[in-house]
């Protein structure tokens, strides 16, 4: 399994920005895709973005227009960048990888999180209004 660690959450207004990075290591090949999950208090655990190795991304429709996500091979590093941030998006946002190994020829990377296997510990987002 893929080590993933979680950072940048924190605190902040409606309308006001923050970045999650997520450093992968314990791999010699990458995962074919990663994404990022959000879990609202009460809520079931979704996919918000991800992103394919090779190129690509899927964005749920409540952060289209609003997130991006990106992947940094040469710091191993996810990235999701938030901007206009609502109140709604308050929850812990997790990153998560694909099973290594698995060869996925989609054009799209999946959302739905029985598609990952290797998941980090969380970052809190708190969005005030």
């Known amino acids: 399994q893929v080590h993933l660690v979680e950072s940048g959450g924190g605190s902040v207004q409606a309308g006001g920005s923050l970045r999650l990075s997520c450093a992968a290591s314990g791999y010699t090949d990458r995962p074919d895709y990663m994404g990022w999950f959000r879990q609202a208090p009460g809520k079931e655990r979704e996919g918000i973005a991800a992103?394919?190795?090779?190129?690509?991304?899927t964005y749920a429709d409540s952060v289209k227009g609003r997130f991006t996500i990106s992947i940094d091979n040469a710091k191993n590093t996810l990235y999701l960048q938030m901007n206009s941030l609502k109140p709604e998006d308050t929850g812990m946002y997790y990153c998560?990888?694909?099973?290594?190994?698995?060869?996925?020829?989609?054009?799209?990377?999946?959302?739905?999180?029985?598609?990952?296997?290797?998941w980090g510990q969380g970052t809190q987002v708190t969005v005030s209004s």
């Open positions: 992103i394919l190795q090779r190129g690509g991304t």
């Open positions: 998560a990888a694909s099973r290594l190994g698995l060869l996925y020829v989609g054009s799209r990377p999946p959302l739905p999180q029985h598609n990952y296997n290797s």
